[in-house]
Structures are given as C-alpha cells and as structure tokens.
C-alpha cells in the first residue's frame, strides 16, 4: 500500500517540472538585485584589501586572506552543533520535540570513550576506534528509544523527558567516570588520524581554502556536509521525507491515509540518534582522546539553536552551525596575531573580551526566533504527542 | 506547536506538568512516595553494579551502608541539618520559579541564568559601601529579585509579543548571561585585590545571618519558606493566581473569560525569573558572598526537578527541595564512607523525576492505583 507516492508514469513529467523550476530560479537570481548586491560587495572588499583601507579594509583582508588558513576550526567547532542539529530536525519534523539531545551526545562521548579505552588492547588503534563509534550510537539510540517512550507511548510532557536524560547523563557519565575512569588512570584509544589534503589542491586560488576547509578533517567531521546533503534531499525528495513532515505538521489527517503516526516518530526519533551519538564520539575519539565532566558544554543546546536558524532544514542548520562555529573559532583567532585583522579593526578588537564573539549566536537565535529578521516557525504539531482516539 | 493567535500569543490547552493524571490528592501522594521509593531501589542497584565493576565484589550490604551513611551526613547533628537545609535553600527557589512558570502553562528552563543574574545583582549591590545596616541585605536581595525578574521578562515579553517559545529563548538566554556576567565579573566589576577574577566582597553588613551558631545555617531558608508561602497564597487565594491557573490550565477558556493571556505570560515570565533570581541573591549573600567569574551552576534543571517531584505546589516544593538537599547534604560522607561517587545523587534524582514523568505507567502497573481514577479532581490542582 502506498497512499503519497507519484507513480512511474508521473516520474519523468516531474523531473522535467523540476528543470523548468530550477531554470526559472537561475533566471530570476540573475535578474535579481542581489546578485548585483552581492558582486558589489565582494568587488570592495577585495579593492579595499588591496587599499589596505582602515576599518573596511582589515576586514575585507582579514576575510579573504586571514579567515582561510583557520577555516578547517570552523567547520571541527561546527560538526557537533550540526549533528546535534540533524538530530533535532530528526525528531522535530515528525512532531517530538528533543531538548535532551546535550545529554545523549554526552553519553555517547563517554561511551564511545570508555569503548575505545577498553577495545584499543584487543582490536589495535583503528579498529577500535570504529568500534567505539558504534557503541557510542548505541548508546544514543538507547536514550533516544526512552525519549521516544516517553513522549510518543506515555505521553508525558517532551520537555521534561529531555529533562530526564539530561540530569541522567550528567550524573551518569560523572558517576562512572569517577568510578572506572579518573581512579584508575585509563587512557583513551588514539584520536582518528586526519587527513592531509595534497598541498598542490590545497594552494589552488579561491575554492582551495574551501577543499581544505572540508576536508582537512577527520573521518566524522569529513562525512558531515555529505550527511547533511543526504539528509536534506531525503527529508524534500522521498516518501519517508514526506511521510515525517506529514506526521510533523498534521499528525490526525496523515493517520486518515494510513500513516502509522507512532510508528513514524518512533523510527525518526530513535534514528535521530545516531547523529548525535556521532557528534559524541567526535568528541571523544576525533577531536580529543579524553573525557571530561559536562564536556560538550552546551552543544546540544546550541545544535537546536542551529536548526531554528536553520528553519528545521538541514542545509540551512549546517550553515547555522557554520555561524556558530565561525563565532567559536573567532575566540581563539581573536588571540592568534596571525589570525587576528590588522589596523585599527584589529587594534580593537584587542580589546574586547573573546567572550562577547560567544554572546553572538545566542542572541542571533533570540532574535530569529522572535522574528525580527525573518520569523522561524517549527513544525505545526511539534511537541504535542498524538492521541489515536481524541477528537479533532 | 500550537497556533498564533492574531496577538501573537501561542494558545496551547496542554495540561499543568507534574500534577498528575488523576487520582486526587492522595493519589499523587502516593505515587510520589512511590517514585521516590523506586529511585532509591534503582540508585542501590546501580550501586552494587558499580560495587562489581570496580572490582570489589558482590555485596548487597553496600547500599545499606551508603544510605546509611547519607542519612547520617544529612540528618545527625544540628551542622549536618544546618547544610541540608543551606543547599535546600537555593533549590526551593529554584523550584518555585519553575512551578510558577508550569502553572500558567509556561516552561521556564532559564532558571541556571536568572539565578546567574539574580546573584550577580545581589553581589554588586551587597558590595557597595552606600547603605548601612539590614537596609543594605534588603536591598541587595531586592536587586538580586530584580536581576532575575529583568531575565526572565525578556523571555516572556517576546512569548507575549512574538510567539517566540519560552523554552528556546531560556536557554539561549542562559548562556548570554553566563557569558555576560563572565566579562563583567572579570573586568567591569573585578576585584583589584581578590588573586582569582571575582567581584568584591559581598560587605559584612548585607550577609544574610547565621541562626544558630555552630551551624553554618543563614537566614536564606527563612526567606525561601516566606517566599513560597507567598507564592502559594498568589496562585490560589487571589484572583490573580487564580487567573494565572486559567491560562496554564486552558488559555482558549482564559481569553474567552476575558482574561489578558499576553499580560499574564509576561508577569509569570517575570515573577518566575525573579523568584530563580532571588535564588541567586540567597546563595550570594549567604554562602558565596561575591560573584566569581566562571561561576557554573546547575539550578535551571534542579528547579525542573524539584517543581516536577513537589507536584508544582509550592510546599511539595519546599518538601522536594529539602529531600534533594538532603541527599547532596549527605553524599560526601556516604563517599567517605563507602567510595561511591557523590554523583550516584544525580543519578537517584534523575531516577525519582523519570518515574514522575512516567506516572501513568505506574499507575497502570499498580493495581491499588489503577481504581481510583477521578481525572476532574486533579485538574483543580490542591
């Protein structure tokens, strides 16, 4: 039974619907002014960085020849957001609203570390490593399958769910940190090596610091832009895309064609959980080797930020993220000289604390959310768990 | 999420967390009880577990001990009941303000930054040389009372005016006043004297006072049960309180009755924000008496925890928070004692709120429960 699928005769008319679309789009961003808007910024900002203008011109040089070398920190700083992001958007489109995923990626950074820690004797460097990326999903996808319990089953308020996991990763990961891992000195398994783009591709002008930037990476932070893509194209272009958003924005009316609501946000949910059991383990098996207490200091939290910024889109969560990152990245570039704008920009920007760059993407997200710039309006049946036999 | 209604304000008829699913009053007594019960069950099983994994053994007398242990670094002498209720203090704050917010059917998880900014306000003006004598403690936990109102009015007056969701916006807000009173802490306001990034101290005149002596027991507790019975008496012995209860019960029937659902979003948003402020104005002039730069505290999910196991009623809160405070009050000597890591609280206490979250599972899995289900009486609340 397929109740929302074209069938294979309709296929070949949509595809050439979709050209037409997308050939009108082009024509209409070549006619727009932004477009025009958009060359004319970038055409000062590279004359003023060859000027070496005061203020605009350390900016402009400061973002087309400073930022690059870092760039590859923004997208490492941006990976936990964004798959905290896919995560939300997992759960959200198809109605469960997840603010326990910061307890779920620290859960699974210690699991994934303490797996590593114990798997390194037995199954070498690599090997262990890629198991620990497994068991630290598991242990996502367990936590998530409580949430989805919770909120799906009993119908207990989402919020306070989240909650739940939230304190019960706190108290858990410190528990047995202390117990297994502070007392007795155990060392985690080697971080995953990354890798080294050739210099030759890496020198090329204008997108080499971008190839870079991608893929100067370990393995979880190299296959983020693919799975967010992937995601993306998934959640518009198939039937389970389609079948989530129906469930997320009209739970009764998808219920009527014969979509099993629970079934939906159960699958999605419990799914959902894998990524942020990647962003765990990037932590601990990519990005550090070792475990600290309430290490991912808010990244969950952060990742739904990203996804409203985003409007619940995948791609436009990960450029969200990328924000985020960008601003994370700008604290430590802000104390590197090398890193840092130059002239009187530079000079003062010396001054200000690196912690108001933190300050930027929370207030960014109040403000989109408030719809000052732009309003972000979540999923219609978001949070609200579903009831078979009420009415309307 | 629910609908925009043409003010702006989100309208959803979503029921009052925490108060149960029927059953009356001595229902969620019980099931309470029960969900305490069973979280101390399932601590004590993850204690022998813990016991084994760190290689010294099966033992089912080792719970015991730690329990014991807890009960006796809480409770035995007048130093131990003292701490208790110094770290119930903050907690009964913390949870009033969190069930202000569920009563009007708003969730307030920016607790951690309005009990941030309470006692960052109470600091500075408890460090002020101007005023002298207990006009000077007045004051300075009236400016904590305000920093935490000024926090938590952002939230509600953009809910009010935007539809922005409450719980959104907290968080984030959170992490600006964190970030926030960092910078002022250790700069604007640094203390040229202090060796660490701190405001400077907190003047001997605006502490709160010891009450008993040889304890370490400060006034705070006063103000936490003055407080909560102050809050009790706003949301069910006034009109306002009895609004505010409208609108987190159904705020279609509220607006119909012609109440403001948009001004009362803001008040809550306000009070509940205060009352987290008040909080960090308590902990500040009493305990840490200047406001260090990265300074974490947990008290958004703690309130959280404490709302939901006090049932959203104010005394069950102050009963919840000095249960909590308790078992943090004895969890150092139970680590002495037996070498269980002091988070094992945690765990319990995230045990204890995950069965009160599940409550209509427990009350389908007991069958002395299951009879008595009377859902029109737990709708009216106490």
């Known amino acids: ?392 | 999420m629910p609908d925009a209604t043409p003010s702006g304000l989100t309208i959803d008829t979503t029921k009052v967390p925490g108060i149960g699913t029927g059953g009356g009053r001595r229902g969620l007594l019980v099931t309470t009880i029960l969900a305490i019960v069973l979280g101390l069950l399932l601590g004590a099983v993850l204690i022998v577990i813990s016991e084994v994994m760190s290689g010294r053994g099966f033992d089912l007398a080792v719970p015991f001990k730690a329990y014991q242990a807890l009960i006796e670094g809480s409770l035995k002498d007048a130093r131990a009941i003292g701490s208790t209720l110094n770290i119930a203090t903050p907690l009964i704050l913390s949870g009033l303000a969190v069930t202000f917010g569920f009563r009007a059917g708003l969730f307030n998880i920016g607790g951690n930054g309005q009990f941030l900014m309470g006692a960052f306000f109470a600091a500075i003006v408890g460090a002020a040389p101007i005023f002298q004598g207990p006009l000077h403690m007045v004051l300075a936990i009236l400016a904590g009372l305000l920093g935490g109102m000024l926090w938590g009015f952002i939230p509600g007056i953009l809910k009010a005016w935007r539809g922005a969701h409450e719980v959104v916006t907290t968080i984030m807000l959170n992490y600006v006043a964190y970030l926030l009173l960092n910078e002022l802490a250790s700069r604007v306001f640094r203390d040229p004297t202090a060796t660490f990034a701190k405001t400077r101290d907190v003047t001997a005149d605006a502490q709160l006072p010891i009450l008993i002596e040889g304890t370490r027991l400060h006034a705070g507790i006063l103000v936490a049960l003055l407080t909560a019975f102050l809050v009790w008496f706003l949301l069910f012995k006034t009109a306002l309180g009895f609004e505010i209860r409208t609108v987190g019960i159904n705020a279609f029937a509220a607006r119909y009755a012609g109440m403001k659902a948009a001004f009362i979003a803001v008040l809550t948003m306000s009070l509940s924000g205060g009352l987290a402020g008040l909080g960090g104005a308590v902990e500040n002039l009493g305990v840490t008496k200047g406001y260090p730069a990265e300074y974490i505290v947990n008290y958004g999910f703690d309130g959280i925890a404490v709302a939901l196991l006090g049932r959203s009623h104010p005394f069950g809160v102050v009963g919840a928070a000095v249960l909590f405070g308790a078992l943090r009050a004895g969890a150092g000597s139970m680590q002495r004692a037996t070498g269980i890591p002091i988070d094992i609280i945690t765990i319990v206490q995230a045990f204890i709120i995950l069965f009160v979250a599940a409550e209509p599972v427990l009350r389908r899995a007991v069958p002395w429960l299951r009879s008595r289900r009377t859902p029109a009486a737990s709708a009216a609340g106490a």
Request: charged share 10%.
């Open chain 1, 1 to 392: 039974m397929a109740p929302i699928t074209a069938d294979a005769s309709c296929k070949r008319g949509r595809r050439m619907m979709d050209r037409a679309v997308w050939r009108a789009r082009l024509r209409r961003a070549a006619r727009s002014r932004w477009t025009y808007v958009l060359i004319a910024i970038v055409a000062v900002m590279y004359i003023t960085a060859a000027l070496h203008t005061p203020w605009i011109g350390d900016f402009s040089d400061w973002v087309i020849n400073r930022v690059p070398p870092i760039s590859y920190l923004i997208l490492a700083y941006a990976v936990p957001i964004a798959l905290a992001a896919m995560c939300g958007i997992m759960c959200e489109r198809s109605g469960v609203t997840n603010i326990g995923i910061e307890g779920m990626i620290l859960t699974s950074a210690f699991v994934g570390f303490l797996a590593g820690a114990y798997l390194d004797p037995i199954l070498g460097t690599p090997g262990a490593a890629i198991a620990a990326i497994l068991f630290a999903i598991l242990a996502s996808m367990l936590l998530s399958a409580l949430h989805a319990w919770l909120s799906i089953s009993v119908k207990a308020d989402q919020i306070i769910s989240g909650t739940v996991i939230i304190i019960l990763a706190y108290g858990g990961t410190a528990f047995f940190n202390q117990l297994l891992v502070s007392t007795t000195g155990l060392h985690g398994t080697k971080i995953l090596p990354k890798f080294q783009v050739p210099h030759d591709i890496a020198n090329l002008p204008v997108i080499g610091w971008i190839i870079n930037a991608i893929f100067n990476q370990g393995p979880i932070a190299m296959s983020l832009v693919f799975i967010v893509i992937l995601l993306h194209v998934l959640l518009f272009r198939s039937r389970w895309g389609l079948r989530t958003r129906a469930v997320g924005e009209h739970p009764k009316a998808a219920d009527t064609v014969g979509i099993d609501v629970y079934f939906v946000r159960y699958r999605n949910v419990i799914l959902g959980g894998i990524f942020a059991g990647l962003a765990g383990a990037f932590l601990t098996l990519e990005q550090f080797n070792s475990f600290q207490d309430q290490m991912t200091g808010g990244v969950g939290f952060i990742g739904l930020a990203a996804m409203i910024f985003g409007r619940w889109k995948p791609i436009g969560a990960l450029l969200g993220a990328l924000l985020f990152g960008a601003a994370q990245a700008m604290q430590i570039a802000a104390r590197i000289p090398s890193s840092a704008p130059g002239g009187p920009l530079g000079a003062f920007i010396a001054t200000v604390d690196p912690q108001i760059f933190g300050m930027i993407p929370y207030i960014i997200t109040i403000v989109v959310l408030a719809g000052v710039v732009g309003r972000a309006i979540p999923p219609k049946a978001d949070g609200i768990p579903y009831d078979k036999e009420a009415r309307a």
